[in-house]
């Protein structure tokens, strides 16, 4: 009983630090452009430090050049999220010239659009090794490092199609379905070690990744009036939430999805 009361005031903190990264190490897989760099950035801006990875390094060394102009602390971290080799022996550098990885943004992620009658096995290699085999891969290489510290925090990213189908993209919703319970998993076997894993869940964004969406007018139509909120997200708008979830703020939430679409997912 004391122990317990003992525990839950050691877990009170301090209202103006609630939401600072500061002296934090954030990996965000996936962050040569979109989401990816849009979060590393936000992240930066609460005072992480950022390593940022993608498959290519110059794109990355772009984004670091001008997150350091922001002030903040960069390093790049080329691998392939797919390669299970390649991931260890990039984390195990990072741990090593960094140091210790305190959060871990899942961010890295492909598309591919056919109808499902039609969809080529090669597509649903791809689609499964980069979204659903690497959030595995690249998760637990970082929390082989966290469990030891009994800490750490990492967030996948999930998808508005966690929870929704659309036509052409079932493998997609597939892969999808699989990080969110993935993520629950995950938090089912780490958060007694201390980490917290959560999943961050966009709706739509005008991203690379959406190109063709952003073009077609009638998608946008259906979209806006399909969403509540009238509109595409902004990425901008991932921030908060990657921030709540990475920081003290979200201290005793676990296996959580926190959706971020305009409540698409919240009304028929
Ligand atoms: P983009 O296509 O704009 O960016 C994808 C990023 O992933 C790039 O930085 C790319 O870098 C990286 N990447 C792809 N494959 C690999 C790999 N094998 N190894 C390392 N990095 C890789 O996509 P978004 O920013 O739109 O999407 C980011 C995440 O958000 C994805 O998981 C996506 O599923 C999810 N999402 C996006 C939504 C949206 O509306 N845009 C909605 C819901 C979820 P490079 O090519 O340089 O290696």
Known sequence: MIMVLITQTDIVMQDDTLFSLAGRRALVTGASRGIGLTLARGLGRYGAKIVLNGRHPEPLEVARAMLE????????????????????????????ECGPIDILINNAGIQRRAPLDQFSRADWDALIATNLNAVFFVGQAVARHMLPRGRGKIVNI?????????????????????VKN?????????????????????????????EKLVADQAFTQWLCQRTPAGRWGNVEELVGAAVFLSSDASSFVNGHVLMVDGGITASV
């Open 158 to 178: 999930c998808s508005v199609q966690s929870e929704l189908a659309r036509p052409g993209i079932a493998p997609y919703t597939a892969t999808k379905g699989a």
């Open 182 to 210: 993935l993520t629950k998993g995950m938090a089912t076997d780490w958060a007694r070690h201390g980490l917290q894993i959560n999943g961050l869940a966009p709706g739509y964004f005008k991203t690379e990744m959406n």
């Open 69 to 96: 102009r922001e002030g903040v602390d960069a390093a790049i971290a080329p691998f392939d999220v797919t390669d299970q080799d390649a991931v260890i022996a990039g984390v195990e550098k990072i741990e090593g």
